[in-house]
């Protein structure tokens, strides 16, 4: 991949721009809410990362969002956009957020509070944005505020478009509980002070640093987007996209529902 920074912009002022963008299913969960639902998220930052994405129906399944490569590919168009169509890449802001939703998997495990991205486009974006400005005037972010977050139809935003503020949450409560991919944040940190390598896996997918103790600062921290949403090269883009067919009218979206945060909680 290419190095600098032409591929994404951060803060809410490009993000915010309601413009066109001019396949490796990767990355973290991300919030998706079904229609009529309302899940309970926590933000653990308000950092408006913005690139473009494509979104593709392949392998029986849509769960195959690729960041567009054209801001690093010097000749040419690249395979994204060839093969899924410029007109398909879109703007999207990423923001680290707590699914407290408790569901269980298909191996019969139980999960919440799961770190997942929250993928928004220019309208969430836009109200996001408003909340953030209205917080700033106060001298607060939306950095550890809990929010009730309705999907009121199917043509809703799939990461809901209603974001009613419960209240303030206790961070340092939150890593405790806190959960990746079905693993505890403070088993995955354990496991980064045992050695370099370990660690450096870590730091690829979460801003984590270490303090004056030589640890892994124990606290939830935003992931790492430059690295987590990179664009891959056209050669792994043209391989992951072989035998593509496009498939129109069907939702996209993480899948796992279940039923809503509990009423006591932790933090």
């Not at 769960?63 to 010097?74: G, Q, R, V």
């Not at 220019?122 to 944005?129: C, E, G, S, V, Y």
Request: with cysteine; hydrophobic share 35%.
């Amino acid at each position: 991949m290419a190095e600098g920074k032409s591929w994404y912009s951060t803060g809410f002022k490009d993000a915010a721009q309601d413009k066109k963008s001019d396949i490796t299913t990767y990355g973290p969960d991300r919030i998706w809410i079904p229609a009529g639902k309302s899940r309970e998220l926590i933000f653990v930052d308000d950092s408006a990362f913005t690139f473009d994405e494509h979104n593709c129906f392949l392998n029986g399944s849509w769960k195959n969002w690729m960041t567009c490569a054209a801001p690093i590919t010097e000749e040419g168009e690249p395979e994204c956009c060839k093969a899924l169509g410029r007109e398909s890449k879109y703007r999207v802001t990423t923001f680290t957020v707590i699914d407290c939703d408790k569901w269980t998997d298909k191996k019969g495990n139980v999960r919440q509070y799961e770190v997942k991205v929250l993928p928004a486009k220019f309208n969430t974006t836009q109200k996001l944005q408003r909340k953030a400005d209205e917080l700033a005037k106060d001298g607060k972010t939306l950095k550890g505020r809990l929010y009730r977050v309705t999907r009121e139809t199917a043509k809703s935003p799939a990461v809901g478009d209603e974001y009613e503020f419960v209240r303030e949450v206790d961070m340092a409560k939150l890593f405790s509980v806190a959960t990746y991919k079905g693993k505890k944040l403070s088993e995955l940190w354990d496991k980064a002070d045992e050695d370099a390598t370990t660690f450096a896996k870590l730091a690829r997918v979460f801003s984590v640093a270490k303090g004056e103790d030589g640890k892994v600062v124990r606290k939830v921290v935003p992931f790492r987007y430059d690295t987590v949403f990179a664009p891959k090269m056209n050669s792994e883009l043209k391989e992951s996209l072989a035998g593509y067919k496009r498939k129109d009218g069907e939702d996209a979206g993480n899948s796992g529902g279940g039923s809503s945060a509990d009423e006591e909680v932790p933090f």
